[in-house]
């Protein structure tokens, strides 16, 4: 008999009428580094949250180590040694790495924080960890915090550790960095579950993958038996074709132009400092940096939500000349001047669209001024457009009146590009467009981008996906610590080339 | 398999949100809660003064609809209750918390009152239209200072709108040391009681009937501000996020003091209704907890104005059913507090299981 650490058995979890996992039967053998590879939705992370505790299941039977458990809370399953590190870390900033990993452990009465430190000292070396027990973690890298999760868990002696979207927020040689870890862990006898969506990280990393497609695990494949097309096929249930079509820009002309800008916080922190660069028609300029380097800022600042400290950014009206201030307006004056700006925030529901409100309503976020009346709003164009935007983008709602907050990720950030489309825009900037997307709608994304910038717009787009910049962009702009490291062409680099950028490992011209 | 473990069962409980409910079940639901907390009511009538329920509940009714005057007195004090409601509707719409509507009622009393008093002898209509401007005016004022400095100061509102209650009540204790009438009374008294100016006048037979007609007129015109008007999506976007509001190009400071100059106003205005059209006199009491019953009302109905008129209704039927039963059998009208109390608790209790479904799950686990 094959020794499993982990096997699910008829697993069920219904969120009201959702089936967020249906009947899944998955194992996981001991010593091994299984994937989990699903679109969003799909329920990887419902399936992980009943192994740790945070979801109990409606139907169906776990067993750790050949024994049926019943884990009813965290502690549970730290009892269990299953040890889960989430996308979002959860670590206390002010405190050290070391108070971090012993936080909310049981202890005597007196904190023996020296032999605490020498046990993680013991810990780092074991596995050739980077870390500084005595560290804050406001100090730290995005990749350092997540050695501290993964020692906090290890110290609790977890045996199964699970990780959520790990290399979501890390730079391709931080990604590196960590899967040699995974490796030298699995040597040591940990038995390991990755939850991701990159279907290339799969491949380099794992022994075996288990697709999840709609709540049901649709198979578990050997790694070395898969490519990517196989399992992409799995995940989506059908082929598809993941190739962007990219046209070299036609006739670009200057959009938008950043001349010095510098942004500060409300703290007085620079966001931005010295930015200067320009936005061409018909041309898609790519964002690239590690998240919080001032990509939002950036786009604020162009769109009039963000206040500019100093500097200017100018604005060519097509097929006039001339030049409008946009750093001297409100939001209201630069919509007033016919400035067709589209935006597309990263934050879709806290600020590109109103949760409580159905998809009619919606649509006039940015447009309810205008109609005949002065004083009553216009809801036949919004309904007329959310329909539209509905049927053309196949966008799964109930109706229109439906709250969008009760659609899915994928089917709000449709809604959202769509109405931003429907402007008819001269520029539109977009930030992480495809965050949380699955596929089919990613590449139903980067066709409408590709489209406008056929139309002659400047396109703007922030995104984490080094491999999709690459292949969508013309020119890509790395942001490190609010300043422009380089503007490189995206057909002339590679992505190591831009993470070094990224952690200003390299500056420009160097 | 070792035989030295042997199984043990337990129950949980599981709860799991529930994706949408019919209505009608949803209504069942209250329904049920209002059975159950009348019959724990009974039991608490019983234990505290031995008298029988059902007789306590049958004076309640009586209290409230049981001669033509007494159905007018609740239909009075229902419409000046949702008065209040629909004015602290657009406030808490934008996440704007309004908890001055006592302030503002007393303001608003406090105008009608001064011009009944100083101008009772301009023709009728003309003074009661001075009043309600002149009310809609002293509840502006009360509620712009806390607007204001929310706006351009980010001061914390809640706090503001409630300790100026304090000073509005300050002042109307000043105020009738001017007015006293008779002197040494401490009181204002029936004001113009001879020539009744500045008196709501009877139409229809009714003497309240121009309180209903503004009270209507006035949740109807908001009704539609807040649905169909520019102004209302704004408010509702405000309320739903800043960060929205800014990204559509909409004036937040401006926004928050229109919409509490409007809230204000319509407090302003319930504060005349109170005095022009029911008690015709003035003292600290006028407000009487009105402003806090109001914001019960208001969220218990989901700032939906014909939720509100129902919320309206039944809690001044408890209370009007509270001074009959005090009076009829001897108890302190806290007695009624306490039945409201039970309701209300049982009523907002029971919205957790219109959202969330509870399921008993037995499990069977090893025990050692």
Partial sequence: ?510 | MSTNTKKISHKTLHLTKRDSIATWKAWVIRLIAVLLALIICAFVIVGITGENPLNVYSGIIDGAVGSKRRIWVTVRETVVLLLIGVGLMPAFKMRFWNLGAEGQILMGGAAAAALMIYAGNLPPVLLIILILIASACAGIIWGFLPAFFKAHFNTNESLFTLMLNYVAMQIITFLIVFWENPSGSNSVGIINSANKGGWFPKIFGSDYTLNIIIVVVVTVVMTVYMKYTKHGYEIAVVGESHNTANYAGINVKKVVVRTMLISAGICGIAGAVIVSGASHTISTSTAGGRGFTAIIVAWMANLNPLGMLLVSAFLVFMQQGAIQIASQYGLNENASDIITGIIIFFLIGCEFFIKYKVRVKKSEEDAA
Wanted: glycine share 8%; aromatic share 4%.
């Fill in chain 1, 1 to 510: 008999m094959e020794n499993y650490a982990i096997e699910l058995k008829g697993v069920t979890k219904r969120f009201g009428s959702v089936v967020a996992n249906n009947q899944v039967d998955l194992a996981l053998k001991k010593g091994e580094i299984l994937s989990i590879l699903g679109e969003n939705g799909s329920g990887k992370t419902t399936l992980m949250n009943m192994l740790s505790g945070i979801y109990y299941p409606d139907e169906g039977q776990i067993l750790i180590n050949g024994k049926e458990v019943s884990i009813n809370c965290p502690k549970d399953a730290f009892d269990l040694g299953i040890g889960m590190i989430h996308q979002h870390f959860k670590l206390v900033d002010i405190l050290t790495a070391a108070q971090n990993i012993i936080l909310g452990l049981d202890g005597g009465m007196k904190l023996d924080m020296k032999k605490i430190n020498q046990e993680i000292d013991a810990l780092v070396s074991k596995y050739g960890f980077d870390l500084t027990p005595a560290e804050k973690i406001y100090n730290m890298s995005v990749s350092q915090k997540q050695i501290v999760e993964i020692v906090k868990v290890l110290y609790r002696g977890a045996d199964i550790l699970i990780f959520d979207e790990p290399t979501a927020v890390l730079t391709p040689q931080e990604t590196e960095r960590l899967f040699t870890v995974l490796k030298k862990m699995k040597l040591l006898g940990k038995s390991i579950i990755i939850i991701t969506h990159k279907l290339n990280e799969v491949l380099e990393i794992s022994d075996r993958v288990a697709v999840l497609r709609k709540g049901k695990c649709e198979g578990v494949v050997e790694t070395k038996d898969a490519t990517v097309e196989s399992l992409t096929e799995l995940m989506v249930g059908e082929k598809v074709e993941l190739n962007i079509q990219r046209s070299d820009p036609k006739k670009p002309e200057k959009r938008i132009e950043m001349r010095g800008v510098t942004v500060r916080n409300s703290e007085g922190l620079s966001i931005l400092k010295d930015i200067s660069f320009v936005a061409k028609s018909g041309e898609i300029l790519g964002i690239a940096g590690i998240s919080g380097n001032g990509q939002k800022e950036l786009l604020e600042a162009i769109a009039g939500i963000q206040k500019v400290d100093s500097g200017e950014i100018l604005y060519y009206p097509p097929n006039s000349t001339t030049v409008e201030k946009l750093s001297e307006k409100t939001v209201r004056e630069i919509q007033n001047l016919k400035i067709s700006l589209s935006f597309v925030p990263e934050d879709r529901l806290g600020m590109g669209l109103v949760g409580s409100m159905d998809l009619a309503d919606n649509m006039m976020i940015r447009s309810y001024r205008s109609g005949d009346s002065r004083f009553f709003t216009d809801r036949k164009t919004p309904r007329k457009l959310a329909k539209k935007i509905v049927d053309k983008l196949e966008v799964a709602t109930p109706d229109i009146n439906t709250p969008v907050r009760k659609l899915s990720g994928g089917n709000v950030q449709k809604i959202l590009v769509g109405r931003e489309i429907a402007l008819n825009p001269d520029v539109l900037m977009v930030a992480y467009p495809v965050r949380g997307l699955d596929i089919t709608s990613s590449y139903t994304i980067y066709n409408l981008l590709n489209e406008q910038k056929e139309k002659g717009v400047a396109v703007m787009c922030v995104g984490e996906d080094l491999d999709v910049l690459l292949q969508l962009c013309d020119r890509i702009l790395v942001l490190c610590e609010g300043k422009i490291s380089c503007i490189v062409n995206a057909k002339l680099t590679s992505k190591e080339e831009i993470g070094m950028y990224m952690t200003g490992a390299r500056k420009a011209g160097v």
